[in-house]
C-alpha cells in the first residue's frame, strides 16, 4: 500500500510538468500581444511596452520563461501578473478558498441527493418513482447549466427576492447555497443515473438473494450490501468531479458574480495573463491528481478484494 | 472593451435631466418618503481595475472611474465642448499657444492635509512621464517640450525633469510645448494630468493601493475583486461638491451580473447595460432607463495598403458608403439604440458640423452601383470587413455586408478574427485583408481629435495607412490656429475634404444606455460616457 502510494506520487511528477508545458505553450500560441493589449485601443507606448516586457521577464526566449517559471514555482512563487504587476500566488489564494467552499457545497449536495436518489430510483426500478427521477436527470443534463443558472436567479433572486441575485459575499456560506445546487445540478444527475443503474444490475446478484434468503432485514440489505458494492463507480465519477467542479465554475461563478478560480481564469484568458492561466492550471492540475488518488485508495475500502502492491 | 476615457462633470446652468424624477407611479414602494438623504451611498458596478490605482496608470475603464472620483484637475469641459476651469483659475496660452501659464485657485488640498500647489503637478507629471516608473499613460506628456530627454525610445531617461515645466511660484506655472497647439488645454483635463501629494511620489506602491487625492470624494478602502468604497470629502473647494455620502464601487465580472442585480436594486447604476438586455432595458426600467448621447463613433475603415485598395477611384469608396443601409440597420440590429452617422466626426464634441458627409452617408442603392461602375468597380469584387469576435459585432457586420451585396452586387463577408487584441495586433502589422471596423472615443471634445489623430498620415491612431496631402495641409493650418474657436473652424475644412478621399466609411454614433435603482434619482452619463456621480441623490432608507 505504501510502496502503492509512492509510486502513484512520483507519477504525478512527469504528468505535472507535461500539463503545465503543455498550457505554457499554448498560451504562448494565442494571438495578441498582451501587453500591448493593456493600452487598449490606444497605440501603446513602445518605451513602456519594452519596459514591462523587460520587468517581467518576458523579453526571453520562450523556453527560458517555461525555465524561470518551473524554477519560480519550485519555491512557491507563481510570478506576478502583467496588468498591475501582482503576485499570481496571491490571486491564486484568494480564489481557491472560494471555489473549495462552493464546490465542496456542490459535490455534498450531489453525493447526498445523488446517491439517495439513485438508491430509490433503483431498488423500485420501473415505477413511478423511477420514472420520475430518470425523466428528472434526462431534462438536467440535456438543459445547458447556464439556462438553470440564469432561471434559477431570476425566479430567486429577482422575481421571489428570497436571495439577492448574485452573491454579495464569496465568503458567506448562505448566500453561496442557490449557486452551489446549479454547481451540483448535472453532477447530482450522472450520480443519481450512475446509482441507479449499479444498484439495479446489483439487486439481482447472488449475493443478494443470499442475503435476502438469510433473512436479513430490508434497510441492512440496501446499506451494507447493495449499497457498498455498487457505489465504485459512482466514487470514481464523484472522485474526478472534484477536480471539474473546481475548475469547471466559469459559468457559474460569473452568473452568480463569485470571486473564485472559474473567474480567475475567465479574467486571465481575456487579458491574455499566460501565467495566471498557467497557475490556476497548475493547481487544479494538482487537485486532479491527487483526488484520483483517493478515489483508487477507496477502492479498497469500498471491495476488499481489490488489492495493491 | 470601452476605451479608457475619463471625465468628471461640471454643474452648468440649465442642463435638464433627461430622465424624469426617480418614481414613476407604482414604483414608489421601494422609495419610503422620498426624501432625500444627502449621507447616502451610491452603488455602482465597476469591476476591478487592472493596474493599482494610480492617475497616470489608469487608462481602462474600471480603473479611471475610481480615480475621477478622487481627483479633480486643472480643468474640464461643459456639455457644448467648451473649457471650464476646476483646480485652475486659470490656463492662458501666449499668442503662438506654445507657452501655457497655469494659475492654481488657492487653498486646495489634498485628502491627507497637504496643499495642493505648482509642485504637485510638475513634480507629479515628470515622475510619471519616465519609463523607469513603468506609468502606462506617459505618452499624454508627449507635447512638452523635454519629454524626449525624460522618455526616450527607448532605454533609460536621460533627465528627470522635463524642460518645458517651470514652476513659478506656490500657485503657478508654466507648460512649454515643443509646438503650438491651440486646444492643448482640452488635453489637461485627463488623468495623468492630476496632481499627487508628496507621499505618492515616495512610496508609489502602497499610495497605488490606497490613493490620496484633491477630488470631491476620499479614498476609503478597496478590498479587492469586491469593492472600493470612496467617501464625500469634507474639505472639498471645487463646483462639484457630492450630492451623495460617497460611492461603493462594486467588482462584477460579467455585466449580466450586473444587470441582474440592478433590476433588484441591489446595486443603484451600472456603466452600460448588456448587448443581450438592450432589447428590453426600456421596458424593464421605464422612466429609469438611461439613453444618453456618448461622443462615440463607429466606422468601417480601408487598408489602403492592400493590393485592393492602393489605387482605388474614390467612387468606389464612396459608392460602397451609399451602399449601406445605416437607419434600418440601427433600428432592427441595434434596436434604435444607435443614429445614423453623418460625418467622421462624433456629436457633442466642439467643431461638429451636421452632414459633413452628405449623400455619401445616406443609403441609396441605385446611386452606389452607379458610382463603383464609374470607378472602375470593386477589385476581386469581393470585400472583406474584419472585426473581433469577442464582442458582438457579428450582427452588423453580417448586416452591413447583406446591404453592400443587395445593392451593388459585390460581395462582402466578415473576417471574425478571436478577440480584440489580436485584432489590434493583426492592424498593427498592417496585415488587414481588406477593411476593418472601427471605433473611436473622444479623447478630449474636439473635432480636431476625430480628424487628425485618426487620418494624419503616419499618426498612431491611423491603423489603415490613409494619406492625403490636401488633408494633411489643412490640418496643419488647423493646428497653428490662434484660438480653439478658429483651429475648429479649420478642421471642419479638413472633415469637409475627406468626402473626396474617403478613409472610413462613417455608420453610427454610440448612445450610453444605461438604468439605475429605485434607491437613487439624478443619473447621468456625460459625453465621454462616464458617469458624473457627485451629481447622484439617494434616497432615504
Not at chain 1, 196 to 219: C, F, H, M, W
Request: include cysteine.
Amino acid at each position: 500500500m505504501g510502496r502503492y502510494v509512492a509510486r502513484r506520487l512520483l507519477q504525478m511528477i512527469p504528468v505535472f510538468i507535461g500539463t503545465t508545458l503543455l498550457i505554457f505553450l499554448m498560451v504562448n500560441v494565442l494571438p495578441g500581444d498582451p501587453v500591448a493589449a493593456l493600452w487598449g485601443d490606444k497605440p501603446p507606448d513602445p518605451a513602456q511596452v519594452a519596459q514591462i516586457k523587460h520587468d517581467r521577464g518576458l523579453d526571453l526566449p520562450l523556453w527560458q520563461q517555461y525555465f524561470h517559471y518551473m524554477g519560480g514555482l519550485l519555491q512557491g512563487d507563481f510570478g506576478n501578473t502583467i496588468a498591475g504587476n501582482r503576485p499570481i500566488l496571491d490571486e491564486i489564494t484568494q480564489a481557491f478558498p472560494v471555489s473549495m467552499r462552493l464546490a465542496a457545497m456542490a459535490w455534498t449536495f450531489e453525493l447526498v441527493v445523488g446517491i439517495t436518489l439513485g438508491v430509490l430510483a433503483g431498488v423500485k426500478r420501473g415505477r413511478v418513482l423511477d420514472n420520475t427521477v430518470t425523466l428528472f436527470t434526462l431534462l438536467v443534463i440535456s438543459v445547458p447549466i447556464f439556462v438553470f443558472g440564469l432561471f434559477l436567479q431570476l425566479i430567486f433572486g429577482n422575481e421571489l427576492g428570497w436571495v439577492t441575485p448574485t452573491v454579495q459575499d464569496s465568503e458567506n456560506f448562505v448566500e453561496l447555497i442557490l449557486p452551489a445546487l446549479v454547481l451540483g445540478l448535472v453532477g447530482l444527475a450522472y450520480v443519481a443515473r450512475l446509482t441507479r443503474t449499479s444498484i439495479a444490475e446489483n439487486r439481482q446478484a447472488d449475493y443478494i438473494r443470499t442475503a435476502v434468503a438469510k433473512g436479513l432485514p430490508r434497510k441492512r440489505i440496501i446499506s451494507r450490501h447493495l449499497l457498498r458494492n455498487s457505489l465504485i463507480p459512482v466514487v470514481t465519477y464523484l472522485g474526478t468531479d472534484i477536480g471539474t467542479l473546481m475548475g469547471g465554475a466559469v459559468i457559474t461563478e460569473g452568473i452568480f458574480n463569485v470571486a473564485g478560480v472559474g473567474n480567475l481564469l475567465y479574467r486571465g484568458l481575456f487579458q491574455h495573463e499566460g501565467t495566471v492561466i498557467v497557475g490556476v492550471v497548475t493547481v487544479l492540475v494538482l487537485v486532479y491528481l491527487l483526488a484520483s488518488l483517493l478515489v483508487d485508495l477507496l477502492y479498497a475500502v469500498l471491495d476488499p478484494r481489490i488489492r495493491y502492491a | 472593451m470601452r476605451g479608457a476615457k475619463s471625465a468628471k462633470w461640471v454643474a452648468i446652468a440649465g442642463v435638464v435631466a433627461l430622465t424624469a424624477t426617480a418614481c414613476g407611479g407604482g414604483d414608489s414602494d421601494n422609495n419610503g418618503s422620498g426624501k432625500v438623504d444627502p449621507k447616502g451611498i451610491v452603488s455602482y458596478a465597476n469591476g476591478e481595475p487592472q493596474n493599482a490605482l494610480q492617475p497616470s496608470n489608469t487608462m481602462e475603464a474600471y480603473g479611471s472611474v475610481v480615480i475621477d472620483s478622487l481627483f479633480t484637475g486643472l480643468v474640464h469641459y461643459d456639455k457644448k465642448g467648451d473649457i471650464t476651469y476646476e483646480n485652475a483659475e486659470s490656463v492662458t496660452p501666449d499668442k503662438d499657444s506654445k507657452v501655457w501659464t497655469v494659475k492654481l485657485k488657492p487653498g486646495w488640498k489634498f485628502h491627507n492635509g497637504e496643499a495642493v500647489t505648482a509642485k504637485s503637478y510638475v513634480e507629479a507629471w515628470n515622475w510619471a512621464a519616465d519609463p523607469a516608473n513603468g506609468q502606462q499613460n506617459s505618452a499624454w506628456y508627449r507635447d512638452i517640450e523635454g519629454y524626449d530627454d525624460v522618455h526616450p525610445e527607448k532605454g533609460k531617461a536621460k533627465k528627470k525633469a522635463m524642460s518645458g515645466l517651470k514652476v513659478v511660484d506656490d500657485n503657478t506655472f508654466t507648460i512649454t510645448l515643443k509646438s503650438g497647439i491651440p486646444y492643448y488645454a482640452y488635453k489637461l483635463v485627463y488623468a495623468p494630468f492630476y496632481p499627487l501629494p508628496s507621499a505618492a511620489l515616495k512610496d508609489p506602491k502602497k499610495y497605488g493601493e490606497a490613493p490620496v487625492g484633491n477630488g470631491p470624494y476620499k479614498f476609503e478602502k478597496w478590498d479587492h475583486k469586491k469593492v472600493i468604497s470612496v467617501r464625500a470629502f469634507d474639505g472639498y473647494k471645487g463646483a462639484n461638491k457630492p450630492k451623495n455620502g460617497g460611492v461603493d464601487f462594486k467588482a462584477y465580472n460579467k455585466d449580466t451580473a450586473a444587470y441582474a442585480d440592478l433590476k433588484s436594486d441591489n446595486v443603484d447604476s451600472m456603466p452600460i447595460v448588456p448587448n443581450s438586455e438592450i432589447a428590453n432595458f426600456k421596458q424593464d426600467f421605464g422612466d429609469r432607463a438611461i439613453d444618453m448621447d456618448f461622443s462615440a463613433l463607429n466606422t468601417v475603415n480601408f487598408a489602403f495598403y492592400t493590393k485592393q485598395w492602393k489605387d482605388i477611384d474614390v467612387k468606389v469608396l464612396q459608392g460602397l458608403s451609399m451602399a449601406i443601409d445605416r437607419d434600418t440597420i440601427a433600428k432592427t440590429v441595434f434596436h434604435g439604440t444607435r443614429e445614423s452617422a453623418t460625418g467622421w466626426v462624433a456629436k457633442g464634441v466642439k467643431g461638429y458640423q451636421d452632414d459633413a458627409c452628405g449623400e455619401y452617408c445616406k443609403f441609396d442603392a441605385k446611386k452606389a452601383k452607379q458610382s463603383i461602375k464609374d470607378g472602375g468597380g470593386v477589385p476581386g469584387n469581393k470585400i472583406q470587413i474584419q472585426y473581433n469576435a469577442d464582442q458582438p459585432h457579428k450582427d452588423w457586420v453580417v448586416a452591413v455586408c447583406n446591404s453592400i451585396t443587395n445593392a451593388t452586387g459585390v460581395k462582402c463577408v466578415g473576417d471574425p478574427v478571436t478577440d480584440f487584441a489580436a485584432d489590434t495586433e493583426i492592424r498593427d502589422q498592417k496585415k488587414v485583408k481588406s477593411m476593418y471596423r472601427s471605433g473611436w472615443v473622444l479623447d478630449y471634445p474636439f473635432n480636431g481629435n476625430f480628424l487628425a489623430d485618426l487620418y494624419g498620415t503616419g499618426v498612431d491612431g491611423n491603423k489603415g495607412g490613409f494619406s492625403d496631402k490636401k488633408f494633411d495641409k489643412l490640418t496643419k493650418e488647423a493646428d497653428a490656429a490662434k484660438t480653439i474657436d478658429e483651429s475648429a473652424k479649420l478642421y471642419q475644412q479638413a472633415e469637409k475634404e475627406l468626402v473626396n478621399t474617403f478613409p472610413g466609411i462613417p455608420l453610427w454614433y454610440n448612445k450610453t444606455l444605461s438604468a439605475y435603482s429605485k434607491n437613487v434619482k439624478k443619473v447621468e452619463f456625460d459625453q465621454a460616457g462616464d458617469p458624473i456621480l457627485t451629481d447622484v441623490e439617494v434616497f432615504e432608507k
